[in-house]
C-alpha cells in the first residue's frame, strides 16, 4: 500500500470517528497516569473520541518507564 493509499484511508477512518458508538472520553475528568518506578505523575484530558491510553511512557528523561493509567478524577 502506497503512502498516499493509506493517508486516504485514515482520512476515510478519521471522518467517521464523530459518528461511530465508541467511549467518548472527552470533558470526562482528568486521567492519571503514575509511574511505579519513579513515581512520577501525569494529568490527561483528552479532545478525540475515543479509547484512553491504558499505558503511556513516562515522561521522565530519567526514567522512560511505563505509566499506567490509575484513575480519572
Same mark, same amino acid.
Given at each position: 500500500?502506497?503512502?498516499?493509499?493509506l493517508k486516504q484511508k485514515y482520512d476515510a477512518l478519521v471522518k467517521r470517528v464523530p459518528g461511530e458508538r465508541m467511549y467518548d472520553?472527552?470533558?470526562?475528568? /482528568?486521567? /492519571?497516569?503514575?509511574?511505579?518506578?519513579?513515581?512520577? /505523575?501525569?494529568?490527561?484530558r483528552y479532545k478525540d473520541k475515543g479509547v484512553t491510553p491504558?499505558?503511556?511512557a513516562c515522561r521522565n528523561k530519567d526514567?522512560?518507564?511505563v505509566m499506567m493509567h490509575e484513575k480519572t478524577i
Open positions: 500500500m502506497s503512502e498516499k493509499e472520553g472527552r470533558d470526562k475528568g /482528568v486521567d /492519571v497516569y503514575i509511574c511505579k518506578k519513579c513515581g512520577a /505523575v501525569v494529568y490527561t491504558f499505558t503511556i526514567c522512560k518507564e
